[in-house]
């Protein structure tokens, strides 16, 4: 127990929110191991984005205890929290773009410059350096905005959507960069995803969600999941599992 408790990056424990007096999150529980990646996969309107906003600090709980690395804190500026539109400022380039964490942080343009450029060439990206975002595909801003995101340095990633702006083959082609990505810069992640192969393709685990009524319905391990070259081999493990989701998606809708 307690080499588990060393080994938590994020731990969410009897999580309650309401807005305008709807309740909106019910007694949310989940650990997630440090370098895990795991996705969060539930209905419209369940409430996933806004567990992700409280995580990052964005909103409190009603009730409730998050913690990280076990100490209890405020998780504002621990988190990085990317979202389904890059949010790119139209006046940067692909660089200034880039090191506007850092600048806000109190680094200075040049260092802030110096150790993105580097990340620019290892992460692919260096020809698109000094592009504007209206020279950038839908797949390139997003990338932009990841490497935004990872020059901020948090343990923790909170991706919200971050694919589902972008065609299907630009989100499968992103899918395999990110988790190339993460073998040379790993960092505990929590996808917020509808796709549930793209869930099943990138987690260790997946969390399923039901509505407000429900919270979390089951944990799922993608363990026995064979994968060759970043594809999915469709196996009777496969779906024996993507039916499972489906089944406990259904049952999470309640009576809506």
Do not use: C
């Not at 773009?97 to 260092?111: H, Q, R, T, Y």
């Not at 592009?131 to 340095?153: D, E």
């Not at 363990?223 to 196996?235: L, M, P, Y």
């Amino acid at each position: 127990m307690k080499n588990d408790l060393m080994n938590t990056s994020l731990s969410i424990k009897n999580v309650y929110y309401s807005y305008d007096d709807q309740l909106v999150l019910r007694n949310i529980n989940l650990d997630i191991q440090k370098g895990e990646f795991v996705s969060l996969i539930g209905p419209s309107g369940s409430g996933k984005s806004t567990l992700l906003n409280i995580i990052s600090g964005l909103e409190l709980p009603e009730s409730g205890k998050i913690t990280i690395d076990g100490q209890e804190v405020s998780t504002l500026g621990k988190t990085s929290h990317m979202h389904q539109q890059d949010t790119l400022l139209p006046w940067r380039n692909a660089l200034d773009n880039a090191i506007l964490g850092l600048e806000i942080n109190g680094f200075s343009k040049d260092k802030s410059k110096k150790i993105a450029i580097k990340l620019f060439r290892e992460f692919g990206l260096f020809e698109s350096l000094y592009k504007m975002p209206w020279q950038m595909s839908g797949g390139m801003k997003q990338r932009i905005a990841f490497l935004r995101n990872m020059l901020l340095s948090n343990e923790i990633l909170l991706l919200d959507e971050p694919f589902g702006s972008v065609d299907a083959i630009t989100r499968t082609s992103l899918r395999k960069w990110l988790k190339n990505i993460l073998v040379d810069y790993p960092r505990t992640v929590l996808l917020v995803t509808h796709d549930i192969d793209e869930a099943i393709l990138l987690s260790s685990k997946i969390f399923v969600m039901g509505d407000k009524d429900f919270g979390i319905i089951k944990e799922i391990s993608t363990s026995n999941i064979i994968e060759k070259n970043g594809d999915i081999i469709f196996n009777e493990s496969y779906l024996l599992i993507r039916r499972q989701i489906l089944e406990l998606l259904k049952l999470g809708k309640g009576s809506n």
